[in-house]
């Protein structure tokens, strides 16, 4: 009969004499290599929150409520809507806070799958829609009505992401942003994921992350804030955006 200790004999042996674990470097190394191999076996499209598809990854998710449970802010604007799930995700979070907040997202071409899904939620009188080019000026005129005098405001973008778009988006939405508060770019990872099987090689230069890149250059009052890359895994490397100035 196998004693308690079973085939591994003494544990206290085997801790003394085996390093278990990874350097810094080696974790931050397989993080990035799970990120890839689950992006490429389509593991994010099977996400849902409250059972609406999110196709973000849960680390993601558990990170955004952090930051909104964080900052606590008074409206959440979004590009990217998709079939509704991060409206409703984040919509739900505000309420938990006790926070008598609002979603505002904005997609080019509302999915009528999306519409249904928020109306069926608990959280279609916090969540508004505006359909149209994020980057048009007929957008932000509407966005302007709909925000009025607020300023505790969490952007986050996740809609086209070529570089010319993302760059466009990065530069409007910016000016929303207060002093001390986050804009949050998502699939920054695609630079890195233009070398796997499901990758796009055009991705190496045609990306966020080379938006991004270009933007910090030229717009100071942003930095990257590399506490919230604390999970590793993760769809938005670099992407957490602070405004410093």
């Known amino acids: 009969m196998l004693s308690k200790l079973g085939v591994y004999g003494n544990p206290m042996r085997i801790s003394s004499t085996i390093q278990l674990g990874y350097s810094p470097q080696a974790t931050a190394e397989l993080a990035r290599q799970w990120t890839k191999a689950m992006w490429n076996s389509s593991l994010w499209k099977k996400v849902h929150w409250l059972g609406v598809p999110v196709q973000q990854w849960p680390t993601d998710l558990m990170l955004m409520q952090e930051l909104i449970a964080t900052v606590r802010p008074n409206c959440i604007v979004e590009t990217g809507l998709y079939l509704g799930g991060t409206a409703v995700f984040y919509a739900s979070i505000l309420r ?14 509302i999915n009528p799958t999306a519409r249904k899904n928020i109306e069926a939620s608990s959280f279609a009188d916090r969540i508004h829609l505006i359909e149209g080019d994020s980057k048009s000026e007929a957008v932000h005129e509407r966005l302007r009505a709909l925000l009025g ?49 499901n990758g796009q090689r055009s991705w190496t230069h ?29 769809f938005a490397p670099r992407g957490f955006l602070r405004r410093v100035g």
Not at 226 to 232: D, G, L, Q, S, T
């Open 96 to 109: 938990l806070l006790g926070i008598d907040g609002r979603v505002i997202s904005i997609e080019i071409q």
């Open 206 to 234: 045609d990306s966020p992350m080379t938006a991004l890149e270009e933007f910090l250059a030229e717009n100071r009052n942003f930095q990257t804030d590399p506490a919230w890359e604390k999970f590793m895994v993760t």
């Open 149 to 197: 005098c607020e300023q505790d405001i969490l952007i986050c973008l996740d809609s086209d992401h070529s570089y010319a778009h993302t760059l466009g988006e990065l530069r409007a939405f910016s000016r929303y942003v207060p002093i001390g508060g986050y804009m949050v770019l998502f699939d920054t990872i695609c630079q890195e994921l233009a070398g796997t099987p």
